[in-house]
């Protein structure tokens, strides 16, 4: 069940109104790694946990956080387009401090939404369940959670450096602070779980049944030699289940692919077609 309280967790009034600034916010309010992701994210891995301990009360703790994170940012919106001044194109030919204005603001958000908040991102993009991850695996999940934190406080402080409104810097305080929470409970709920699994997800599966001889190694497959040099490439690995190795000159472990042609009634390219005169022949090739 969930019980919605009229009041914002925290402040949401913007000092004067910015259509420029609401479309800037659409990003952390309908981006890949905006509000409405965060919330879906944790709510679904919450819903898709088994049982009741503390990772699920975790989940839904901040799964339920987030939604009053939607709202103030929406609130925020809605009030940077209100009382904002409505220019007609000829105003803005004539000024070119108001043609700036409306060039970077967002008309739907006046047409569409009624000077409201959309669940869209800065360019317009409609937000996608695509963006979210719950997997049902909890430190797969937790991981995907610390990236997602990381990429919404890295848009929130620059979103901060873009404004120099009391009111919004206010609120974006607030949200790089619950961020900065959100980031060390994930890396310790992180941590917690590679104490009791080790680091590779899924930590079940039987090693027996992958090529262990290649666990460990790492091919040097672009131009140079610098990634030889990390911790990545010698020592015990992080798992602790084998040792860290450099390929320098990777070769390779399949054969040339061969594939058959097509059925006629697929209509591809005649393979006659394909050939070249010095082309050696293909047993299937007619």
Not at 152 to 172: C, F, K, S
Not at 213 to 232: C, I, K, P
Request: net charge negative; hydrophobic share 40%.
């Amino acid at each position: 069940m969930f019980y919605h309280v009229k009041e914002l967790q925290y402040h949401a009034k913007p000092d004067r109104p910015d259509p420029v600034f609401a479309k800037k916010l659409q990003e952390i309010l309908g981006g890949q790694f905006g509000e409405i992701s965060v919330m879906m994210q944790y709510l679904f891995q919450g819903w898709n946990t088994r049982g009741n301990g503390k990772y699920k009360d975790l989940l839904m703790d901040t799964g339920t956080e987030e939604i009053a994170h939607v709202e103030m940012i929406a609130t925020m919106i809605a009030r940077l387009l209100d009382g904002a001044p409505d220019v007609e194109v000829e105003d803005a030919i004539k000024d070119p401090v108001i043609a700036a204005i409306i060039g970077g603001s967002n008309p739907q958000q006046a047409i569409v939404s009624g000077l409201g908040a959309m669940p869209v991102d800065s360019v317009g993009n409609r937000w996608t369940a695509s963006y979210i991850a719950a997997s049902g695996n909890l430190l797969a999940d937790f991981r995907a959670n610390l990236n997602a934190e990381s990429q919404g406080r890295l848009q929130v402080a620059r979103l901060y450096e873009m404004t120099n409104d009391a009111g919004v810097r206010d609120m974006l305080s607030w949200l790089l602070a619950r961020d900065t929470m959100h980031q060390n409970q994930w890396y310790a709920a992180i941590c917690e779980l590679e104490e009791k699994e080790n680091i590779v997800v899924p930590s079940t599966f039987p090693r027996e049944l992958e090529k262990q001889q290649v666990s460990y190694t790492l091919f040097n497959l672009s131009q140079g030699d610098a990634s030889a040099e990390g911790r990545w490439a010698s020592g015990p690995s992080m798992d602790g289940y084998g040792t860290f190795n450099y390929v320098d000159r990777p070769i390779a472990f399949g054969s040339v692919p061969h594939l058959d042609p097509a059925p006629p009634y697929i209509y591809d390219t005649p393979l006659w077609a394909l050939r070249h005169s010095d082309d050696p022949p293909e047993p299937n090739w007619k």
